[in-house]
């Protein structure tokens, strides 16, 4: 998945300039939530750092027992990439703006659907900021992954798709779906050519999936100020750059404070979302 890309891409240069070896150990199970806890739980010595993202920002308003803190059992290191979500349609739709999505829907109300890579993933997400900041009614139908969802949209079974950068990019250039816009903040350089969803209709709209990391709180201030600065080195290295982007990953190098910051935020804004479509995860 996108947290993998961006380990798998940082974590050996990393290791090279701490001459360590650096392992990916990934620890699949309940959604991020079985890898944060152990990590949470390590010992704060700079040996162990944890690759966070988008769901343990909403993993603690959305599940019952996360387990964790995400904001008092770690401390961040600093942002490493995001991962666009596009905002494409059927091409039997009658639509190609944002805002034309958004009369469309409400003159046919409950009629849309769109499709996601899974209950309370980022895709689903964007789709419930969507239908909080428009009025929309579109309906969620959860998928497990990104591939199911986008065959279904591609045969017409849903309409519409909140769909991850990688996924949707081949089927826009090939004709097969039409794109109205990406989440990001600024056009994405996977797809250049497609609006964002806030310039092409929505303003104040963004949604995107992220990849950051974080250490066990308590780990000294000078592992994490050493970590950052060797982190921005590598994900301003042209060459992992280019793979990053290659693999549908953006390279987003900060500061510790910047991450801290943007975590607080994210947690604010989809406690919101989360709440009032009521979405839990158990």
């Known amino acids: 998945g996108p947290v993998d890309v961006t380990a798998r891409f940082t974590a050996q240069p990393l290791g090279i300039k701490w001459n360590v070896p650096a392992i990916v150990d990934n620890r699949a199970g309940a959604g991020g939530i079985v890898g944060a806890q152990l990590a949470a739980r390590a010992e704060p010595d700079g040996h162990t750092f944890f690759f966070s993202s988008i769901?343990?920002?909403?993993?603690?308003?959305?599940?019952?027992?996360?387990?964790?803190?995400?904001?008092?059992?770690?401390?961040?290191v600093g942002m490493a990439a995001v991962f666009p979500i596009v905002l494409v349609v059927h091409p039997s739709l009658p639509v190609k703006t944002v805002a034309e999505l958004i009369a469309y829907t409400k003159a046919h109300p409950g009629k849309l659907s769109y499709g996601s890579s899974g209950n309370g993933g980022g895709t689903h997400l964007a789709g419930e900021l969507f239908n909080s900041?428009?009025?929309?009614?579109?309906?969620?139908?959860?998928?497990?992954?990104?591939?199911?969802?986008?065959?279904?949209?591609?045969g017409g079974q849903v309409q519409i798709m909140f769909a991850d950068g990688p996924s949707a990019v081949p089927h826009i250039k090939a004709g097969k779906i039409r794109a109205l816009g990406v989440g990001n903040p600024e056009r994405s350089a996977l797809a250049p050519d497609v609006p964002t969803i806030a310039e092409s209709g929505l303003p104040g709209y963004e949604a995107y999936s992220w990849s950051g990391l974080v250490a066990p709180a308590r780990t000294p201030a000078a592992f994490v100020a050493r970590a950052n600065a060797d982190l921005v080195s590598v994900l301003t290295d042209p060459a992992t750059a280019k793979a990053m982007l290659a693999a549908g990953a953006e390279p987003k190098p900060g500061s510790p404070e910047a991450f801290r910051a943007f975590i607080q935020a994210e947690i604010t804004k989809w406690q919101k979302v989360i709440r009032e479509a009521n979405i839990t995860l158990d």
């Open 133 to 154: 900041m428009t009025g929309a009614k579109l309906q969620h139908i959860p998928y497990r992954g990104s591939a199911p969802a986008m065959q279904d949209l591609l």
């Open 55 to 76: 769901h343990h920002a909403v993993r603690p308003t959305s599940a019952n027992t996360p387990g964790y803190d995400f904001v008092k059992d770690f401390v961040p």
